[in-house]
């Protein structure tokens, strides 16, 4: 166990008797969450959702150059959420 995990389980020793079942629920609880990706891939329609414009303004986006886009076989289209985020800051 990491250090996280072996403190919560000293404050849950300290505890008044609990089952085995509450304890090992107590620790599901307190265990840090993995952050979500910082920087990850999306669809066009995801895009879209995430800058509040629509699915047609992101494929113009992409076909005047003005965000990357990157095609995984011959219908998948992804944008890196980097990629959006940077271009915001240059508008």
Do not use: N
């Not at 992101?58 to 890196?80: C, E, M, S, T, V």
């Amino acid at each position: 166990m990491g250090e996280y995990e072996d403190y919560v389980a000293k404050l849950v020793a300290q505890a008044p008797p609990l089952t085995d079942e509450q304890r090992q629920q107590l620790l599901a609880i307190f265990a840090p969450q993995a952050a979500p990706a910082a920087d990850h891939e999306m669809t066009v329609s995801e895009a879209a959702k995430y800058r509040r414009v629509s699915a047609k303004t992101i494929y113009g986006w992409i076909q005047k150059g003005i965000l990357p886009a990157h095609r995984f076989g011959p219908q998948r289209l992804y944008i890196w959420r980097s990629d959006l985020d940077a271009m915001a800051k240059d508008v």
